[in-house]
């Protein structure tokens, strides 16, 4: 039987190494897992108090709405003035969506269609790159970094400047940039001067430019993440996505948004009108009270995630890794070391499993380009982090003879 969407979708490498980790821990061995981004701290105690709450009430059960409650989209509104300044109408500029995968999924069904091009980091998370080819868009790898990257002046100078020859030389004209800072997987970062040159050349040339925010509350060392529409000018071309999966660790719960151009958000609140009635209620009235009631949480959560950050990338750089610590998201990207560079992300990661009980992601899952790195979740705590270290210590030094 032929499913035509879906054939030329690659092997699912992340798979490959799920599996070795499932058999790993059915033998009895303890991996630890630094490789799946599932984040493992738990959600505010104030929302899953709420849950519960309204999901005893029985007039929650009934359909909800595909474009969120008035009060949800209110919520992000204040959430949106408060953090970053930025107004956002709740009725015409925001919509609800069952989590950032599903917003942008549907997001370019609206967007694109065959004979359109997008163009998309790389390497990068997944569904940025399908998303658009599932539409039937053709999709432009553009490298993130460049042969001159480390001596850059600016964060993201190379990617920019890839992005412009990018367009310079594509045919038809992208219709569709797709970015995303904080970056998964190479943990790049930019700042509102870059976002601000992003937009000019979107306004200059009619593209439609779409921010996946995930990290938007992740960021280290006194790094705050810029959200694109703090830049005045980028609803006219900007949407961005926004989602409490880990600024407020609640990944299953599965709510986020869309914000930005009042256009765009009302194309897909169409679209999403035919396909979903939201988030089961009890949901949204629990994240309502997480924006509202903790704020802060945020703040809890990076802390965590920095002080895992300095626990791996200090423990990586004793035992001679060279790794340059992330200033955002949820995750280490590290080099091969240049012994072991030959057998790929794949196999190294894989060796890391057997030899080392440490599960972590192959850069090559990531698209071109994320074949020479490996990345690491920050889903352990410091202890295992620490533990992990000493594993990987062993490992690597009995491959190098």
């Not at 000019?200 to 430019?209: C, K, P």
């Not at 300095?310 to 750089?317: H, V, W």
Request: glycine fraction near 8%.
């Amino acid at each position: 039987m032929e499913f035509r969407r879906i054939n030329g979708l690659p092997p699912y490498v992340f798979a490959t190494i799920n599996d070795l980790k499932a058999a790993a821990r059915r033998d009895g061995r303890d991996v630890i897992d630094l490789g799946f981004g599932n984040p493992d701290l738990p959600s505010p105690d104030i929302a899953v108090d709420k849950l519960a709450e309204a999901a005893r009430n029985p007039r929650n059960h009934r359909y909800s709405a595909s474009r969120g409650i008035p009060k949800i989209r209110q919520a992000i509104a204040d959430l949106y003035l408060r953090k970053f300044g930025v107004a956002i109408d709740p009725d015409l500029e925001v919509v609800t969506t069952i989590g950032a995968k599903e917003g942008l999924s549907h997001l370019m069904w609206v967007l694109v269609a065959p004979g359109d091009t997008a163009l998309v980091p790389s390497p990068s998370y997944p569904i940025h790159i399908y998303a658009p080819l599932f539409a039937g868009a053709d999709v432009r790898h553009v490298r993130l970094d460049g042969p001159g990257e480390a001596d850059q002046a600016s964060p993201g100078e190379a990617f920019f400047e890839n992005l412009m020859e990018a367009w310079e030389s594509a045919w038809p004209k992208p219709r569709v940039i797709v970015l995303s800072f904080p970056h998964n997987p190479t943990t790049e970062c930019v700042d509102l001067e870059w976002m601000t040159r992003i937009v000019a050349f979107a306004r200059e040339h009619d593209i439609v430019l779409v921010h996946d925010f995930a990290y938007a509350d992740i960021g280290f060392d006194g790094y705050a993440p810029p959200s694109i529409l703090q830049v005045p000018g980028a609803k006219d071309v900007a949407v961005e996505l926004y989602t409490l999966t880990k600024s407020f660790s609640m990944a299953g719960w599965r709510v986020g948004f869309m914000v930005g151009n009042a256009e765009i958000v009302q194309a897909l609140t169409k679209l999403k009108s035919y396909l979903d009635y939201g988030t089961f209620q009890p949901i949204q009235i629990a994240a309502i009270v997480a924006m509202n009631e903790s704020p802060d949480y945020p703040k809890v959560i990076n802390e965590c995630y920095q002080a895992r950050r300095d626990a791996l990338c200090g423990g990586l750089q004793r035992i001679g890794w060279d790794i340059t610590p992330p200033k955002g998201t949820m995750f280490a990207w590290a080099p091969i070391p240049e012994p072991y560079r030959e057998m790929g992300s794949l196999e190294f990661a894989k060796f890391l499993v057997r030899e080392a009980d440490v599960a972590t992601s192959p850069g090559v899952g990531f698209g071109p380009g994320g074949d020479g790195h490996v990345r690491f979740a920050l889903i352990e705590n410091e202890q295992r982090i620490g533990q992990g270290v000493r594993n990987l210590r062993r490992a690597l030094t009995r491959l190098g003879g």
